[in-house]
T-cell receptor, first 116, second 114 residues
Framework: AQSVTQLDSHVSVSEGTPVLLRCNYS??????LFWYVQHPNKGLQLLLK??????LVKGINGFEAEFKKSETSFHLTKPSAHMSDAAEYFC??????????????FGKGTKLSVKP | IAGITQAPTSQILAAGRRMTLRCTQD?????MYWYRQDLGLGLRLIHY???????GKGEVPDGYSVSRANTDDFPLTLASAVPSQTSVYFC?????????????FGPGTRLTVL
């Protein structure tokens, strides 16, 4: 069965410094992986997704993530944090392989705080 | 384009009452989903539907039922609400139910069961 672990429940950075949100997954095959962001009292928005193409995936708002099969990781990074990045971030793995049925398994979330 | 709408925005409900959360999408997506979000647990899938007329159980289906009479609507019913169903409920949709498909989320319904 697929699973995903977000290694930090809370990350705090200063504005203008790099962001690293860590995610490890468990899967019996090469999975589809996603990062979603949730701003306070809002729904979830897709940041980026990996579906077996390029291992370095670029998303919206300057975020990117690298799929590392040997490390079973899919960490989310951004070179320079902005105050508007303060939100909760979810790493997500799909149950499905390729084009087959794929319900999503969510990590427990990492809350990112950005200090001025 | 509205995307996904959910109603109500929030609700306080007495235990034992019946409640239906509404979800409508205007993207003509085939697949729709219901999740609950609880603090520290992320989102957990309750039920899903890959196409009108079909539904499936997710990770936490007990106490909930769904129907999919048409493409656009996917209501979630709590037949007899209990306090443990206090949560934020999100509806989502995707073009198909494939593992590679992006899911689009509604704004959520905050439900409190007393």
């Amino acid at each position: 069965a697929q699973s995903v672990t977000q290694l930090d429940s809370h990350v705090s950075v200063s504005e203008g410094t790099p962001v690293l949100l860590r995610c490890n997954y468990s899967s019996s095959y090469s999975p589809s992986l996603f990062w979603y962001v949730q701003h306070p009292n809002k729904g979830l928005q897709l940041l980026l997704k990996y579906t077996s193409a390029a291992t370095l995936v670029k998303g919206i708002n300057g975020f990117e993530a690298e799929f590392k099969k040997s490390e079973t990781s899919f960490h989310l990074t951004k070179p320079s944090a902005h105050m508007s990045d303060a939100a909760e971030y979810f790493c997500v793995v799909s149950e499905g392989y390729g084009g087959s049925q794929g319900n999503l398994i969510f990590g427990k979330g990492t809350k990112l705080s950005v200090k001025p | 384009i509205a995307g996904i709408t959910q109603a109500p925005t929030s609700q306080i409900l007495a235990a034992g009452r019946r409640m239906t959360l509404r979800c409508t999408q205007d993207m003509r997506h085939n697949a729709m989903y219901w999740y609950r979000q609880d603090l520290g647990l992320g989102l957990r899938l309750i039920h899903y539907s890959n196409t009108a007329g079909t539904t499936g159980k997710g990770e936490v289906p007990d106490g909930y039922s769904v129907s999919r009479a048409n493409t656009d609507d996917f209501p979630l019913t709590l037949a007899s609400a209990v306090p443990s169903q206090t949560s934020v409920y999100f509806c989502a949709s995707s073009v198909e139910g494939r593992g590679t498909d992006t899911q689009y989320f509604g704004p959520g319904t905050r439900l409190t069961v007393l």
